[in-house]
């Protein structure tokens, strides 16, 4: 554990994290200074309660003050702040390394571009009813900062993590990092480069070594290409392969030089779609590292019943299926979400986009979709690209939207919410949306 005693400490973003790492510097001794480019703060109590400096509405020269600072994953890495420190030479980490530095237990980090909300609750509940004690945090819940002194040496802390999150890590390394995919995903925070994109998440493997595991999906190209070094490498699979997990005739199987296990039936599976069962897979590499039987983890994956906002289904009215998808904030999410429904959908596509190329989904739009509702600042785009495909509507109310599509199904038809986008231009987040979605669902 680092001795951080009456360090001056920095943190830009006062929100869930920014505070969580503020507190965890104030209880460890050190001098805490929390800066936001934001006047809107819903948690100043907490800091003056324990006597701890802020500034609001825009970074002035004392953030520069310190001997480091901590940067949440709000504040983009080619911001005026964050530009100025590192000219200035002030060490720059994220609020995942720092909480890194202070805590005794397995580290289980989980990254993709898709998927690893799903991954790290499920992974979550797994250790949590085979047993062991796990918690869940990072990009999901709480924050890292807030439970990595409460880690024991025997336990367990499941993180999701952002490539925000990773942009500015140091020594973070993880006992078992998982990477899920890589697909272009918000290329308006990299420059519309998507090596460099990419290149933030594989930083999630970089300090491991041969005491460490490196699971991923052998079937991402991008993944399968890459050369990772000095640690143990785990494959998962949804076509049969020599090494690692994957599936076949309807059962998730592990081969080890040829010699194949059955490790139980994909029905099992509550969380639908092939996108889950790649999920599924990551836990059970993790769960077979970790010594998990095969009774055990059927029923753990048995009564997993999925997370809020990713496929979520809300309500049915008069045989019209209406689906939360709102955590589909990238064109890749949507791919999976129309390969997941037989029947005709109505979709509520928009939002603030991040750079979004729709020619992934323009067959399966064509294919399964029967309509689209444009919303928010990004529906002219969407119109433009889409409505010699299919019909599009332009909708001026994410209200509306819900209500006419409610109004052109028919019964055995899906009304489906997976917006390709983000939701900051009508939402505080996409939880904002998708508890809005279901809402107005709730009202029809």
């Known amino acids: ?115 690893k909300t799903t991954t790290t609750e499920l992974c979550n509940h797994t250790l949590n009813s085979c047993g062991l004690k796990s918690y869940s945090a990072g990009n999901i819940g709480l924050a890292f900062s807030e439970i990595s002194l409460d880690v024991k040496t025997d336990e367990f802390v499941v993180l999701e993590v952002s490539s925000f999150q990773l942009d500015f890590i140091d020594e973070f390394k993880p006992k ?9 995903d918000h ?53 049969a392969i020599q090494n690692g997990f994957f599936v076949e005739a309807g059962k998730f199987k592990y081969s080890n030089n040829g010699i194949v296990k059955n490790i139980c039936d994909t029905s099992i599976l509550k969380i639908k779609g092939e996108h889950n069962q790649y999920n599924a897979m990551a836990l059970i590499a993790l769960a077979e590292l970790i010594g998990i039987s095969n009774e055990k983890l059927e029923n753990a994956l048995s009564s997993f019943k999925g997370v809020e906002h990713r496929l979520e289904l809300v309500r049915i009215i ?28 109505h979709l509520i596509l928009g939002g603030k986009d991040k750079g979004n190329d729709y020619s992934q989904i323009k067959g399966l739009v064509a294919k399964n979709v029967k309509k689209i509702y444009a919303i928010g600042s990004s529906a002219n785009k969407i119109y433009d690209y889409f409505n010699l495909t299919v019909e599009v509507q332009k909708m001026d109310t994410f209200e509306d939207a819900v209500t006419i ?40």
């Open 318 to 345: 008069d045989g019209i299926s209406f689906i939360n998808d709102s955590k589909a904030t990238n064109v890749d999410s949507v791919w999976y979400a129309l390969r997941s429904f037989e029947n005709p959908i």
């Open 176 to 184: 078992y990092s998982i990477i899920l995919n890589i697909t272009p």
């Open 1 to 115: 554990m680092k001795n951080i005693a009456n360090k001056h400490i920095t943190i830009l973003g006062a929100v869930r994290s920014g505070v969580a790492a503020a507190k965890l510097a104030k209880k460890l001794g050190a001098i805490p200074f929390v800066s936001d480019f934001s006047s809107k703060f819903s948690e100043i109590s907490e800091l003056d309660n324990l006597g701890i400096k802020y500034e609001l509405g825009g970074h002035s020269e004392k953030v520069f003050d310190c001997d480091f600072i901590i940067t949440s994953p709000g504040v983009p890495s080619n911001s005026t702040v964050i530009v100025e420190a590192i000219n200035k030479g002030i060490k720059i980490i994220s609020e995942i390394e720092f909480a890194s530095w202070f805590c005794k237990g397995n580290i289980i980090a989980i990254t993709g571009s898709n998927g």
């Open 405 to 444: 599509a409610f109004n052109s199904a028919k019964s055995g038809e899906i009304v489906l919410l997976s917006p390709a986008c983000a939701s900051f231009d009508m939402f505080n987040n996409y939880e904002h949306r998708g508890v809005s979605f279901k809402q107005i669902v709730m009202n029809l």
């Open 187 to 239: 290329l308006d925070r990299y420059d519309n480069n998507f090596n460099k994109y990419a290149e933030s998440k594989m930083k999630i493997q970089q300090n491991q070594n041969n005491d460490d595991y490196y699971i991923f999906n052998i079937d991402d190209s991008y993944l399968a290409n890459y050369e990772v070094k000095n640690v143990n490498k785990i494959h998962f699979s949804l076509k």
